[in-house]
């Protein structure tokens, strides 16, 4: 089996997959998103030589660039290539309004969330859901770029701010916490391993941003929310990430169809390049 590794570089988790496929015997190309190109009746693309393509990060590009690279991997799927996430996967997880529209539609617990275009509608949502939100970019990752706003005037502000930039206003309530999540790491339908982060300072728990994780056992209720929280993203691999609320319930945050597994590795001892890749080459 040949794999590509498209990525937007060599970073620990190319390297990490890299390592497991070479081990497994497979040949390895490391693949550059910004290099994807493609052919039409001009002979074959240089994706068409691979078994298998690994999604390991989408780089930052124009609206007309990341089209394209989509583009190239749905080219890739309907010519029999499988690509790990599935393509609307990919799509529907990168989106966090699409992604908690799927949450909800599924009857899955998700914050109360409003998404609007104007600061105007950005202040009533930011009453509507309390005075109290946590304000996100709509694509975005490892927690960065969020906010914590309780104060009115600073919500004029950031709103005013994000509506000269074009931005999409994603408002969500905030939940609570005893200062720790759980991340879910989901596999082929089943649930694979997880991790508690806890936050360094804060609010945010995310490993990126200074938390520390700590492996734990999945019980029924938290791995059957985020089983089906994958399912209803359409995710064959995914981190799945749920907030506990004060009442002893679980919150839905978000389905990562890339997700990033070296605090999962280190505090688990779950090899998850090897899964992956074991997978790709049973489910193929």
Not at 9 to 24: P, Y
Request: glycine share 8%; net charge neutral; charged share 20%.
């Amino acid at each position: 089996m040949r794999i590509a590794i498209l990525s937007g570089g060599q970073g620990w988790h190319v390297r990490d997959l890299q390592r497991a496929a070479q081990d497994q015997g497979y040949q390895v190309d490391v693949v550059d998103f910004r290099r994807v190109s493609s052919r039409c009746a001009a002979g074959a693309s240089p994706l068409d030589a691979t078994d298998a393509i690994i999604v390991r990060t989408m780089p930052p590009g124009s609206l007309e660039q990341v089209v394209f690279r989509m583009d190239c991997l749905h080219r890739a799927e309907q010519r029999g290539i499988r690509v790990l996430n599935p393509v609307r996967a990919l799509e529907i997880c990168i989106d966090k309004f699409l992604a908690t529209a799927r949450l909800e539609a599924a009857g899955l617990p998700v914050p109360r969330t409003i998404v609007c275009q104007t600061a105007d509608d950005a202040l009533q949502a930011f009453a509507d859901l309390g005075g109290n939100v946590v304000v996100k970019p709509l694509f975005g990752s490892e927690g960065r770029g969020m906010l914590h706003i309780e104060d009115a005037d600073v919500a004029w502000r950031v709103f005013r701010a994000l509506e000269r930039t074009q931005a999409v206003l994603y408002l969500q309530e905030f939940v609570a916490h005893p200062g720790w999540d759980l991340r879910v790491f989901v596999l082929g339908g089943t649930v694979q391993a997880a991790m508690k982060r806890y936050a360094r300072q804060g609010w945010r728990t995310n490993v990126a941003l200074g938390g520390h994780a700590e492996s734990v056992p999945v019980h029924a209720v938290p791995g059957d929310l985020a089983l089906r929280a994958a399912q209803a993203c359409g995710a064959v691999a995914a981190g799945v990430d749920l907030l506990p609320a004060p009442d002893g319930s679980w919150r839905v945050l978000e389905v990562n169809a890339v997700p990033g597994w070296r605090a999962l590795a280190r505090v688990t001892g779950l090899d998850v390049a090897a899964e992956l890749i074991t997978f790709l080459r049973h489910d193929s």
